[in-house]
Each structure stands twice: as structure tokens, then as C-alpha cells.
């Protein structure tokens, strides 16, 4: 049986041959801890240290501004309860939008609930935060404006350079989680004017479990956890060596091959959305039109049901309806809500992402098998 076209490389991404290359010796003679003393820790630092170097070269920022973190999730937590707990004194205001990924919204929920205000900004048709929105949103005691450089779902990019700077404006601080577009588009903290800046490992051909927060020179943070003081003491616990090693590799290939990437997933997007629109099916494309990933195609189908579509699409095409990371049931998720999609599409939307290996022949085989799927599942016209 052939393996489904893989199309959800937004939830996750395969390991890069050449991230595997790199970790290889941390499965055997690399193993030392890095706080140790002796060769094999000294050995084992210096490739934590290597790969923070790569991380920040993908960054454009300095070193000792990486902190590595067990994943996007992390790093989010600690952006949000850091700053929360470090400026509480100075005010407990929060602004977000409204369609965060959970482990933004999480959080600010949180800190709703003990004490704090959350405003979560609307979007409009395209899933854009206005930033009039921000700029009218922002108050005296707001601390922190956490805004996702680009949503997971439909993939909208936010305007995060003209939002940061309206919260500098205004004394706050700004995070963005940029899990979806590191290694997708550029990710410069000087261009964005952010604070701190959130990327999961997982997302860009590395392993899970590894993430990492750009928290620029003199940002004041708590950390949530506490331990010993490795990552400058805001992140404890011994170092993932192998995924911090495997980070740094896949950080590397971007800042080498981002431009060759992009454009081959803007084609493979092209090519994808242009044969769904030949099928000749009533369907509508969610997120902005130029604004959005390179690789990421939401479509709703009108009247169908997207669990029914992903069932019949099995053992052919992996997608995803809804955000990969919290879809169970499929509803409509809180983006497609905050963007007013109207519901016969919003029920049958599915997430398309290609990546760095999609090949134009799986484009072409995941258009026929949607198109077979959508004639199977077509209500059978009366007599």
C-alpha cells in the first residue's frame, strides 16, 4: 500500500538527513553533561554552544540571547509568565488576538483568572490584526502584547514590525511566537522589533522536544521553573543535547537554503491550490491572499464535512482539520470563527501544508484523491 501524500508539515516536519548527521555522535560518544567539568562535558557544551550559535546566525541576534527550551510551548510559557511575573509591579495588562495558538491562549487565560487583564484583539476577514486595534487596545499598565507572527491554520502573516513598534510606543513589551514561520520565511528579531520571539524545533526538520526563546539583552523575565542556572538561570534542567544539536542543524539549512525552500513551496502551494480549483468544486481559500505562509493552503469545502473528507482521505492524503494540535472532533475552530467564515465552509475545512520534500507528483496525487473523496462523499441527487 502506497504511504499517504504527506501534506501536514505545519503540525510536523520529518527529520533533515542532515540533522540526523549531526546528532549521530550524541547517540554514542557525545553524551557528557554540559555543566560537567571533565573533557566529555567540556566536549558536550561545546556543542550546545555551537548549536546556539546557529540558532542566533538564523536569527540575526546575539548569542547569549538563545535560551533553549523543551519546545514552542515552553518558550511561550516562559515569554508570557516571565514578563508577567518580572513587571507585575508596573501593571497587569496583556494584549493577545484572537487567534493564538493554544499555548499562547492558555496562558493569558491564566493569568485572567489570577488577577490580571487579557485583551484579545479581533481579526478581520483575512485573519489580520488591524493595528489601529492594538494601537487603540494599548493602555498605561499594559506589560506585554503577544501576537503570533503567523497562524498555524490559515496562514496568515501578521504585520509584527508596525505592531511592535506601536508597543514600544506605548512602554510595553512584544513577543511573537514564530514556530510556523522560521524556516519558511525570514525570522529576524532586529527587522520585527520584538522582545522575544518563540521557535519550536519540530517545525523546521529538527527534533521534537527542543524549542528555544529570543529574549533580547536587558528584557526583564522570571523564570517559572526553578533549578540550577543553566540558559542564564531562566531555564533549568540538564540540556537536551540531542535536540539542541539537531536545532542548530536545522537552523543552519535555513540560513543557507531559505530562499531555494521558499520558492519551491510557494510552487508546491500554487500547484496544489490551482488543481483543487480545477476539480470545479465549491470551495473558498481562508487567510490572506499575498500575506500568508509559502506552504500552507487552508480550503473550505462547502456542505462537506471536514472529519468525513479526512476518513475518506485516509489512507491517501495526511492533512489536517482545524490546528493539528488540538484537533480531536473537528469544530469550527476559534480562527475560522474570528474571521466570520460562514459555516457551510468553515465544517469542511482542511489544512493543507507542504514542505521542504513534497514533490510535485504528490501535489498532483493528493489533488486526484481529493477529488475522488469529494465525488464519494457529493449527496446523491433525488429523482
Not at 540526523?20 to 566529555?40: K, M, Y
Request: aromatic content about 4%; charged content about 20%; some cysteine.
Amino acid at each position: 500500500m502506497r504511504t499517504p501524500v504527506y501534506l501536514d508539515y505545519n503540525a510536523t516536519t520529518p527529520w533533515a538527513p542532515e540533522v540526523v548527521e549531526a546528532i549521530t555522535p550524541c547517540l554514542g560518544e557525545l553524551f557528557g553533561n554540559p555543566s560537567s567539568p571533565h573533557s566529555l562535558g567540556i566536549a558536550a557544551k561545546q556543542a550546545v554552544e555551537r548549536a546556539r550559535a546557529q540558532v542566533a546566525g538564523m536569527l540575526r541576534c546575539r548569542r547569549d540571547e538563545v535560551i533553549f527550551t523543551s519546545g514552542g510551548t515552553e518558550a511561550n510559557n516562559l515569554a508570557i509568565f516571565g514578563v508577567a511575573q518580572a513587571l507585575r509591579a508596573r501593571g497587569r495588562h496583556i494584549i493577545t488576538s484572537a487567534i493564538e495558538h493554544p499555548a499562547v491562549m492558555e496562558p493569558c487565560r491564566w493569568l485572567e483568572r489570577h488577577g490580571y487583564v487579557v485583551t484579545a484583539l479581533p481579526v478581520d476577514q483575512h485573519g489580520r490584526v488591524p493595528p489601529q486595534d492594538l494601537a487603540a487596545a494599548l493602555r498605561q499598565d499594559t506589560v506585554l502584547v503577544t501576537i503570533m507572527h503567523a497562524n498555524n491554520e490559515v496562514g496568515t502573516v501578521q504585520p509584527i514590525a508596525e505592531l511592535a513598534r506601536l508597543a514600544h510606543e506605548a512602554g510595553a513589551l512584544f513577543h511573537t511566537d514564530a514556530a510556523q514561520t522560521a524556516g519558511k520565511l525570514p525570522v529576524e528579531v532586529e527587522a520585527l522589533g520584538v522582545d522575544l520571539l518563540s521557535i519550536a524545533g519540530h517545525k523546521l526538520y529538527a527534533p521534537k522536544g527542543v524549542g528555544a526563546l529570543y529574549v533580547r539583552a536587558g528584557t526583564p523575565l522570571e523564570p517559572f521553573t526553578r533549578g540550577a542556572g543553566h540558559e542564564r538561570g531562566l531555564r533549568p534542567g540538564t540540556e537536551n543535547l540531542i535536540g539542541i544539536v539537531g536545532l542548530g542543524a536545522a537552523a543552519a539549512l535555513v540560513q543557507s537554503h531559505l530562499a531555494q525552500d521558499t520558492r519551491h513551496l510557494v510552487a508546491m502551494r500554487e500547484r496544489l491550490e490551482g488543481g483543487l480549483r480545477g476539480l470545479g468544486v465549491d470551495m473558498r481559500v481562508h487567510g490572506h491572499p499575498f500575506e500568508r505562509l509559502p506552504n500552507t493552503l487552508s480550503v473550505g469545502f462547502r456542505d462537506v464535512e471536514a472529519k468525513d473528507l479526512l476518513v475518506e482521505l485516509a489512507d491517501e492524503v495526511a492533512a489536517s482539520a482545524g490546528a493539528a494540535c488540538h484537533a480531536g472532533e473537528v469544530t469550527v475552530s476559534e480562527t475560522l470563527r474570528a474571521m466570520d467564515v460562514p459555516l457551510a465552509y468553515a465544517r469542511g475545512t482542511l489544512r493543507f501544508s507542504v514542505g521542504r520534500y513534497t514533490t510535485a507528483e504528490e501535489a498532483d496525487h493528493a489533488i486526484a484523491a481529493i477529488g475522488r473523496a469529494l465525488t464519494r462523499l457529493a449527496p446523491a441527487e433525488a429523482d
